[in-house]
């Protein structure tokens, strides 16, 4: 039923759509990179949980599906928003606490939602985004709109409870969802190997008769390639589909994780190694797709749109007080 993702070097793509992973890939990265920044000097208050390293995952995915497609996701997040097409300036608002943000504010980096990209939002509970992922793909079947969800969560989230009862749900409804775990090894701070039984978590699904695939989340080539099957699974009506990403984070698990549970010279290796926006500006080189000039533009524009994002968050006003008291309370009669 599970099964390896075919061979990444057999798929292609063309010069344009190869630069903007680039420069997707790469908006991301820097985006956290600043975030981190302005952790570090209290601008950026609460949890924060960055992406670096990943960023090949969530730009091969996204690329395989429509506009009108939903997103749910974990609180490990900035990536998927702005891979989602959401405005950098909004989301680094969001994470300043003003209200300028997507969630006006009161969401911080763990809770942001932008309906009008069908992005449901990072949530702060371990595990919990895959019920309600499971709920979105069910209002998608209900609807017959021909949509589909894909829910985004980590290793340690895959042996959580409550995703067995989703995938449960899932296989019986055959619902329109893609599970992606993205396997960065470590969870909160323990490896996969000390956490978890069966490690290929591909294979989580068997049990319930949903197929799965793993693909190299360090390759956006081989995530897109992995994703498009996973796709046209899901939209021909054969119902809920895993997808393992096996990537590495570079940072903590969050900000206030000094990650001692593994060596310096292991994240050195890999992403010495394994960099995904390496991997591809190496690629785009070699195969005289862009030369070292447009490259630097695309960084120069990059650090712009983030310095902008930036300083739109600092000047932006925190909320006022009676915000307290909106926004928890739906009038349904």
Known sequence: MATKSADPKKKTA???????????????????EKAGQMYGMGLIGGFCH???????????????LSDKDAVITTYRDHGHMLACGM??????????????????????????????????????????NGPLGTGVAFANKYLENGELCV?????????QGQIY??????ALWKLPI?????????????????????TKLYKRGDAFGIPGAQADGMDVLAMLEAAEKAVAHVRAGKGPYILEAMTYRYRGHSMSDPAKYRSR???????????????????LLADKLADEEKLKEIDRDVKAIVTEATEFAQSSPEPDPSELYTDILIDAA
């Open 14 to 32: 063309s010069a344009d759509q190869l630069l903007q992973f680039y420069r997707d890939m790469l908006l991301i990265r820097r985006f956290e």
């Open 50 to 64: 960055l992406y670096i390293g990943q960023e090949a995952v969530v730009v091969g995915i996204q690329a395989a």
């Open 87 to 128: 405005d950098a300036k909004g989301v680094m608002a969001e994470l300043t606490g003003r209200v300028g943000g997507y969630s006006r504010g009161k969401g911080g980096s763990m809770h942001m939602f932008a309906r009008e990209k069908n992005f449901y939002g990072g949530h702060g509970i371990v595990g919990a």
């Open 151 to 159: 829910a985004y969560f980590g290793d340690g989230a895959a042996n």
């Open 165 to 170: 009862e989703a995938f449960n749900m899932a």
């Open 178 to 198: 893609i599970y992606v775990i993205e396997n960065n090894q470590y969870a909160m701070g323990t490896s996969v190997t000390r956490s978890s039984a069966q």
């Open 265 to 283: 010279d292991e994240v050195s290796r890999i992403r010495k190694e394994r960099d995904p926006i390496d991997h591809l500006r190496d690629r």
